[in-house]
């Protein structure tokens, strides 16, 4: 299909998705106070830097009055109270004129308690709209109300970076407990056809996504075989409890620095005659990175060389380690390794996105899954694989919870397939994982930014 | 000094890329088959036939520290008179490298940085063998070794417009700077091309000559250094390589004909040398100039808001890189005692999960010491806190190398020699403190004023710290080694070193004189 064809069908696709956003529109008002909140972010930088860093220190406070004091100081630094003395500050015309009120507030004896109180709740009650919850366990009703909305899920397990065994021990100790938990939630879990079965055969319920780093302190960017020994024993471990569960074991990528290791040691294992029948794994593709397609090809290449019994998931992200990746290539003088250009950015991931689904089409045992919030890579997908003919179950389109609840909603009244990623964690954890997708959410790169701030919908669907 | 504005850092080698990997490992097996390195003798004579210079010192030989059976490199042990003929030919040479436009000078020393450049992968490879250096660092002290070299050209380049003055109808003022004279320069083994290339560099470029001593566990990587600066066309007896240990070391201190010394090494050697270069000799006419970088004991502060998946790393690097034989090493943390728990606790297990084995292993997060003393010295310290709780990581089994295990102890009195003396090893206390403030008592306290950390999120503690200027370089929610050129100006006060900081826009200063000429240019009452 030529070019022009197949972006007609994607916008066909696009309006349909924008039209499935919950209230039917894109100015869905979201709660006053949030919304005023999210137009704040955007608009104000250092505001911006100073509540990411509030959010970031809160679980750190041991008391109210640290947390007012934690507060009160970002603030004032938004403020632009100076900080090296009268004259060197910068210039006035760069501070955050809200920031400087609301240190004004903070600042008061005697709004210290609620303040803290509400900083405590506001940020707390954020976290929650991304968090399941403590455990698989504690988010057991969330999981189901998902499934009975039409969403199959992946549980994330947020924590804290493991530095040492006995933290990496832990870590495989809590995926364990979840597998058991979500293959024993998924049995209660009425039947969902689109949501249970694909071409390829069944869809496991039981869904879990696992970080490497998580398992082992030994990961080292110049030594990627070390990982291997030290992780092998537990994601072996993992593998055959998936297996003997039934469940589906994914493990997500993450930065540059443990792209090899984590390659590595879970095609490695994979590829063993245990496993050739189950369990159901799947692996992430960074459209980010400019040498992602070569990765494409490697995963190709071994499905292709390694057939077994349970069909391989690739999922397709833009990748979440964006400015990490930028930062630590300035810092070093090296190339950086991922797109500059937004639009190349997504250029790539719908290329990326075509080749995926291709293969599957070729027959290739291999299960796409495009997880984005843009409605255009999404749009993308879809009327490509229309275009393909491939039947709708085919591809499965993956959101996270909190970024992507309306999108998930869209997908469903689209009749198509979604997977939300759910964190779960303690708040701690949980704190973390806010700031970097509120950081995401606000960047001026963002879709979902731009659509939340009202954005023309033909521009957001426009061809990159 | 605007010209800094073009400099960029050399790029660190990419060693996460597989082929970049392979390519380093080549270069080090292209190395082996030319060991042992044979270096020629200071006082230009040819290679005796006894293998010793021409002084009559014998030999010196490097090995490698993970494996002390293979021999890295030989040189002549160069004596005192080898110290005084080396003073003689750079003092012969002098007045021609001193006239020399300083353009001349500086486009030889970036040709210089030039051909560092194009044997980086060799030299990383030599530090790797020599030094005991992991290969990140390995590469990284090559790589700054050239950003000196590129930094301090830039920065005589801008020195010899001189300064603006205030000029006033009838006179002209101008200000020059002027080279002094002979520099020594000993230099460390720790990094071995980086520390002389920065001290040799910023003495030449500015019109002075040099007699260079390396240390004595380094010589092949001193040879690498004056090898290029000769074939960039610094001539011959501007620089002088002198191989030796401590007898050539202390005759040029006491030359009269050496105008100034830049020496980095231990506290005890520094204050020596600034002693025995104040003591004048017959018919020395200047007063000896010595830049000294010596010891740190540098403290890394924890505050109660500390993120610990930050700080563990970070405390683990800066006390364990390269075995912590780097004097902007961390020796002791002081931690609020709200986080001292759980802070000591990851430390212990992310200690335990180090890997120590040979350099040359990419796997490996430390390597050996550089040598059979530091092994016992370092030794010796543990012994001395015999009963103290500690935390270890293995060392490899069934070798001869130099190993000392990574070592942590928690809360030992502050009268235990691990807290108050320079270890130089992979050796860190851990203490709990009742606030910031106390720590900063702590650090201000202590002798040395090197690098220090400050792991905290709020603004106004860093403000706090920052102002106070307890240390020279204050690294704050990072690991506190690894100073860039022209971004983290190193060097510290107390006992740490007599001041200017290397990499950084005043270094240049302490190897010139400033001349200034004040021309009436009124004649016969008419300004002309
Ligand atoms: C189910 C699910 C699972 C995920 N798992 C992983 C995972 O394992 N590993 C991982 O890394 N990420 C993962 N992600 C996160 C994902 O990478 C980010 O959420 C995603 O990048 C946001 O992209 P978008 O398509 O939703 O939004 P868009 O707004 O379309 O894209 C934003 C993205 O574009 C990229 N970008 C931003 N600025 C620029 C620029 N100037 N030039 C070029 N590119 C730019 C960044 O990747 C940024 O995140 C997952 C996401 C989902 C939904």
New interface residues.
């Given amino acids: 299909m030529d070019e022009v064809t197949l972006d007609e069908r994607v916008q066909v696709w696009g309006s349909r998705l924008a039209a499935g956003l919950p209230s039917g529109g894109l100015r869905r008002p979201r709660a006053g106070a949030e919304q005023l909140m999210m137009r704040w972010l955007i608009g104000d930088p250092r505001l911006r830097a100073a509540l990411f860093r509030f959010v970031d220190v809160r679980p750190a406070c041991h008391s109210r009055s640290e947390l007012v004091r934690h507060l009160s100081e970002l603030l004032e630094e938004a403020g632009g109270r100076e900080r090296f003395g009268a004259g060197e500050g910068p210039v006035d015309g760069e501070h955050s004129g809200v920031a400087r009120r609301l240190a004004r507030l903070t600042g008061r004896r005697a709004l210290e308690l609620p303040t803290a109180a509400a900083a405590a709740l506001g940020v707390a009650s954020m976290a929650h709209r991304f968090i399941a919850g403590e455990d698989a366990e504690a988010a057991a009703g969330e999981l189901r109300s998902l499934w009975e909305h039409g969403r199959c899920v992946t549980l994330d397990l947020l924590g804290e970076a493991t530095l040492t065994e006995g933290e990496g021990e832990l870590y495989a100790e809590r995926c364990t407990q979840t597998l058991r938990t979500l293959a024993q939630l998924g049995a209660a879990w009425q039947p969902a056809p689109m949501l249970d079965h694909d071409g390829l055969g069944p869809l496991p319920r039981a869904n879990l996504s696992v970080k490497v780093s998580a398992l082992t302190p030994h990961l080292r960017a110049n030594a990627p075989r070390r990982a291997l020994e030290a992780a092998r024993e537990r994601l072996l471990a993992l593998l055959r409890l998936a297996r003997e569960l039934d469940a589906h074991l994914h493990v997500d990528m993450e930065s540059l620095d443990t792209r090899e290791s984590i390659t590595e040691l879970f095609l490695e294992l994979l590829a063993r005659d245990e496993f050739v029948a189950g369990p159901s794994a799947g692996i992430v593709l960074q459209a980010y990175l400019t040498d992602s397609e070569e990765q494409l090809e490697r995963l190709l290449a071994w499905v292709e060389g390694n057939p077994r019994g349970a069909p391989f998931t690739v999922r397709l992200v833009k990748g979440a380690y964006w400015d990490h990746e930028v930062v630590l290539a300035a810092q070093h003088g090296w190339r950086t390794p991922v797109f500059t250009d937004r639009r190349a950015c997504d250029r790539h991931y719908e290329h990326l996105t075509r080749r995926l689904l291709d293969a599957r089409a070729g027959g290739l045992a291999l299960r796409p899954a495009i997880a984005s919030h843009n409605l255009r890579s999404l749009a993308h997908a879809l009327a490509y694989a229309d275009a393909l003919r491939l039947e709708p179950e085919a591809v499965e389109l993956q959101v996270l919870r909190g970024l992507g609840d309306d999108t998930a909603a869209a997908i469903n009244a689209c009749g198509r397939r979604v997977r939300v990623y759910c964190p779960v964690g303690d708040l701690v954890a949980g704190m973390a994982y806010l700031v970097r997708r509120l950081l995401e959410n606000t960047s001026n790169d963002s879709f979902l930014a731009a659509l939340g701030s009202g954005a023309d919908l033909r521009l957001l669907l426009e061809r990159p | 000094m605007t010209a800094h504005a073009t400099f ?5 080698l ?3 890329r ?1 082929p970049v ?1 392979a390519q380093a490992l080549r270069a080090l097996a292209e190395l082996r088959t030319k060991l042992p390195l044979r270096i020629g003798s200071a006082s230009g004579a040819a290679w005796g036939a006894d293998g010793a210079g021409g002084g009559g010192g014998g030999e010196l030989r490097s090995h490698n520290p993970a494996d002390p059976a293979e021999l890295i490199a030989v040189a002549p042990a160069g004596t005192a008179a080898d110290a005084r003929a080396a003073v003689t030919r750079a003092d012969a040479a002098l007045t021609a490298w001193a006239s020399l436009e300083a353009s001349v000078r500086v486009r030889t020393l970036q040709r210089a940085a030039g051909l560092l450049r194009e044997r980086r992968l060799e030299l990383a490879a030599l530090e790797v063998l020599e030094a005991g250096k992991p ?2 660092e390995a590469d990284a002290d090559v790589c700054e070794a050239i950003d000196f070299l590129e930094y301090y050209a830039l920065g005589a380049a801008a020195l010899a417009q001189g300064v603006a003055l205030l000029q006033v109808p009838g006179e002209r003022n101008t200000l020059r700077y002027h080279p002094r004279g002979v520099h020594a320069v000993i230099a460390p083994w720790n990094f071995p091309l980086a520390i002389p290339a920065g001290m040799v560099s910023a003495a030449l470029v500015t019109g002075n000559t040099v007699v260079f001593k390396p240390a004595e566990q380094t010589p092949a990587c001193g040879h690498a250094l004056v090898q290029a600066l000769h074939a960039a066309g610094v001539p011959e007896d501007a620089v002088v390589l002198l191989t030796g240990s401590d007898e050539p070391a202390r005759e040029l201190v006491a030359h009269p004909l050496v105008h100034g010394i830049a020496f980095t090494g231990s506290c005890a050697a520094g204050q020596h040398i600034i002693r025995a270069a104040a003591e004048p000799h017959p018919g020395q006419r200047h007063v000896k100039r010595v830049i000294a970088e010596m010891g740190g004991k540098n403290c890394i502060i924890v505050d ?6 930050d700080a ?2 970070a405390i683990v690097k800066s006390a364990f890189g390269f075995a912590g034989q780097k004097c902007s090493a961390a020796a002791r943390v002081l931690v609020c005692e ?1 986080i001292a728990e759980p802070l000591s606790e ?1 430390l ?3 200690i ?2 180090l ?1 120590v084995g040979p350099a040359e ?3 490996s ?1 430390l390597s050996a010491v550089i040598d059979a003393e530091a092994v016992t010295r370092i030794g010796a310290f543990l012994e001395g806190a015999e009963h103290a709780p500690r935390v270890q990581a293995q060392v490899p089994a069934g070798t001869d190398g130099h190993y000392v295990p990574p070592t942590m102890f928690v809360d030992l009195p502050s009268s235990s020699r691990i807290v108050r003396e320079e270890v130089f090893g992979p050796v860190l206390s851990c203490e709990r403190v009742t606030s910031v403030e106390a720590a900063v008592r702590i650090v201000q306290e202590g002798d040395f004023g090197l690098t220090g950390g400050l792991f905290t ?4 503690t860093i ?1 706090y710290v920052s102002r106070l200027g307890i240390v020279g370089n204050l690294y704050v929610n990072r690991e506190i080694t690894g100073a860039m050129v022209g971004r983290q100006p190193f060097g510290g006060g107390r006992l740490s070193g007599t001041g200017p900081k290397a990499g950084g826009p005043d270094y240049l200063l302490s190897f010139v004189e400033a001349r200034s000429v004040s021309e009436n240019t009124v004649r016969h009452g008419l300004v002309i």
């Fill in positions: 960029r850092n050399e790029p660190a990419e060693l996460r597989e990997r290969w990140p109660a808001d500390a993120d610990l998946d563990v790393p709200e990851r212990a297990g992310a335990a999960a890997r292993d990419f796997a997060d999120r709020s603004p106004r403000e």
